[in-house]
């Protein structure tokens, strides 16, 4: 079945560790990526998007993500975390005039 | 405050008991979304609108449930005879005509509980 599919559901790191939560989707031809988080009591919010053009994207609060086509990825990364962004982060694809989300990664960063 | 406004914030219901909830887009927003989040899984989509044309409603969505924009601004969300497997976060977002490239703005959501 076509999908979104995030590696880890549950991530726990020190403050100053790096990050990468992985994603990959089924769909084939031309998609449209996100990244979204969700913060503690916050509603969801997008983080960094990739539509086309270069496939390192940089979004809010020093977060990038990689999109490699050939393995149908987009993993999210940040080389420092902090305690603040402790949170729920979801990858999600556009389809058919819809965004199809993950399942969310929990991630707890450490003070 | 120019975002996406759901309310009410909370709803508890009784089994069997109707509910409604509402949705205020932005406002320049065209297109608006709804969706249903339970706890561990990401937001699932259920309908979406066009201005006031409903252009897709997915399987979720039960003949118990109906949305509507009457006016092509705010929208709601209407659940009859509630079960307890209909309890869940409900999401509202908005987007521009064309939300492909632009990823949505979301509403806090209302949550639901059914006893």
Request: hydrophobic share 30%; charged share 20%; aromatic share 14%.
């Amino acid at each position: 079945a076509q999908s979104v599919s995030q590696h880890n559901h549950h991530v726990i790191l020190s403050e100053a560790a790096s990050l990468e939560l992985g994603c990959n989707y089924s769909y084939g031809g031309t998609v449209n990526l996100f990244w979204y988080v969700q913060y503690p009591g916050q509603h969801l919010q997008l983080l960094l998007k990739y539509f086309s053009g270069d496939p390192l994207v940089k979004g809010i609060k020093g977060f990038e993500a990689e999109f490699i086509k050939s393995k149908f990825s987009f993993n999210l990364r940040k080389p420092s975390v902090q305690w603040s962004d402790t949170a729920e982060y979801f990858c999600a694809v556009n389809r058919a005039n819809k965004i199809i989300f993950g399942k969310g990664t929990r991630l707890h960063i450490l003070p | 405050d120019t975002g996406v406004s759901q309310d009410p914030r909370h709803k508890i219901t009784k089994r069997g008991q109707n509910v409604t909830f509402r949705c205020d887009p932005i406002s320049e927003h065209n297109r608006l979304y709804w969706y249903r989040q339970t706890l561990g899984q990401g937001p699932e989509f259920l309908t979406y609108f066009q201005n006031e044309a409903q252009l897709e409603k997915s399987r979720l969505l039960s003949d118990r449930f109906s949305a509507e924009r009457p006016k092509g601004s705010f929208s709601t969300l209407e659940i009859q005879r509630t079960e307890q497997g209909d309890s869940a976060m409900y999401l509202c977002a908005s987007s521009p005509y064309d939300g492909t490239n632009y990823g949505y703005t979301f509403g806090s959501g209302t949550r639901l509980t059914v006893v």
